[in-house]
């Protein structure tokens, strides 16, 4: 298997489940399966559990079947330093296991940590630094939802997410020595961590079986920081933008890639939540696309 290229539903501004008030803010999941293959990908995710249809394993593979998508994985996240809320995270994993069972593609489950800033308001809603307690809590409960994915048959990621407790080069290595949970490495959180990616990439490629493509405008960064907007109020500025219109060199990490023998998928995901129109999302993506193309993916 050569580098596949797939996409995520956050690239259509997609970051609620449909039973969320905010779903009306985002396009219709068919309407997303659709554009993603007209944009040129070859895969997806499912995006936040309950955005696409999981009562019924078939409606949702007929749709990918008729499209000629692959799906690669699914994504859980949720509160490590809570052991109450992991439990919650258990059964949402069990629940997604048996949706991936019908798709012999699909291998991952991307972890997601909780932010300790709100999301919509930028206010602090937890200490940014753990204490050694916490974070030894942190990586058993991380490390638990990978054991329970394991059991399933899938295979648990840990995804360094922006504003989180893991964002900092530092922060991600120290992770990785501390457990056994690989990640799903997101190239534009890793630049908004302050890190470089392909040089981190190449260091700890054997800990990188699966790749989240996106990149990130450090010019906007830097409007973020100084007027100290919320991650989402960034997103509405394009903090994070089609894969070669950021800071990152994607025909350099292209070469990374191939220098290491990486053998399977790197999936973009752009920020687009909410959408200034339903039309935007297809634009975006086939941009991309085209950009990862002429980088040699």
Same mark, same amino acid.
């Given at each position: 298997?050569?580098?596949?290229?797939?996409?995520?539903?956050?690239?259509?501004?997609?970051?609620?489940?449909?039973?969320?008030?905010?779903?009306?803010?985002?396009?219709?999941?068919?309407?997303?399966?659709?554009?993603?293959?007209?944009?040129?990908?070859?895969?997806?995710?499912?995006?936040?559990?309950?955005?696409?249809?999981?009562?019924?394993?078939?409606?949702?593979?007929?749709?990918?079947?008729?499209?000629?998508?692959?799906?690669?994985?699914?994504?859980?996240?949720?509160? +490590?330093?809570?052991?109450?809320? %992991?439990? !919650?995270?258990?059964?949402? *994993?069990?629940?997604?296991? @048996?949706?991936? &069972?019908?798709?012999?593609?699909?291998?991952?489950?991307?972890?997601?940590?909780?932010?300790?800033?709100?999301?919509?308001?930028?206010?602090?809603?937890?200490?940014?630094?753990?204490?050694?307690?916490?974070?030894?809590?942190?990586?058993?409960?991380?490390?638990?939802?990978?054991?329970?994915?394991?059991?399933?048959?899938?295979?648990?990621?840990?995804?360094?997410?922006?504003?989180?407790?893991?964002?900092?080069?530092?922060?991600?290595?120290?992770?990785?020595?501390?457990?056994?949970?690989?990640?799903? +490495?997101?190239?534009?959180?890793? %630049?908004? !961590?302050?890190?470089?990616? *392909?040089?981190?990439?190449? @260091?700890?490629? &054997?800990?990188?079986?699966?790749?989240?493509?996106?990149?990130?405008?450090?010019?906007?960064?830097?409007?973020?920081?100084?007027?100290?907007?919320?991650?989402?109020?960034?997103?509405?500025?394009?903090?994070?933008?089609?894969?070669?219109?950021?800071?990152?060199?994607?025909?350099?990490?292209?070469?990374?890639?191939?220098?290491?023998?990486?053998?399977?998928?790197?999936?973009?995901?752009?920020?687009?939540?909410?959408?200034?129109?339903?039309?935007?999302?297809?634009?975006?993506?086939?941009?991309?696309?085209?950009?990862?193309?002429?980088?040699?993916?």
């Amino acid at each position: 298997m050569a580098i596949k290229i797939g996409i995520a539903p956050d690239s259509w501004g997609v970051w609620f489940p449909a039973s969320d008030p905010n779903n009306a803010k985002q396009p219709q999941w068919w309407r997303c399966l659709d554009e993603m293959k007209v944009a040129g990908y070859e895969g997806c995710e499912i995006g936040p559990w309950g955005y696409m249809p999981n009562d019924d394993p078939k409606v949702l593979k007929n749709a990918m079947d008729a499209r000629g998508l692959t799906l690669v994985g699914a994504t859980e996240g949720g509160n +490590f330093l809570d052991d109450a809320a %992991v439990e !919650g995270m258990l059964k949402d *994993i069990d629940d997604i296991s @048996k949706l991936l &069972k019908a798709f012999p593609s699909a291998k991952y489950i991307v972890l997601l940590p909780p932010m300790y800033t709100n999301l919509a308001t930028g206010e602090l809603e937890m200490n940014p630094e753990l204490t050694d307690e916490e974070w030894a809590t942190y990586c058993k409960n991380v490390q638990k939802c990978a054991d329970r994915c394991a059991a399933n048959g899938f295979i648990g990621l840990f995804h360094p997410h922006v504003d989180s407790h893991v964002q900092t080069e530092e922060q991600i290595e120290r992770f990785l020595n501390d457990t056994n949970v690989d990640l799903c +490495f997101d190239t534009g959180h890793h %630049v908004y !961590g302050g890190g470089e990616p *392909i040089s981190f990439y190449k @260091k700890w490629a &054997k800990r990188i079986p699966y790749i989240h493509f996106k990149d990130c405008d450090l010019a906007v960064k830097a409007k973020m920081d100084e007027n100290k907007w919320s991650f989402a109020k960034a997103v509405t500025e394009d903090i994070m933008v089609e894969p070669g219109k950021g800071s990152i060199d994607f025909t350099a990490m292209h070469k990374a890639l191939d220098e290491c023998g990486y053998d399977g998928w790197c999936v973009v995901e752009q920020d687009l939540f909410p959408v200034k129109s339903f039309d935007v999302p297809l634009e975006k993506a086939t941009i991309g696309r085209e950009n990862l193309r002429k980088a040699g993916f």
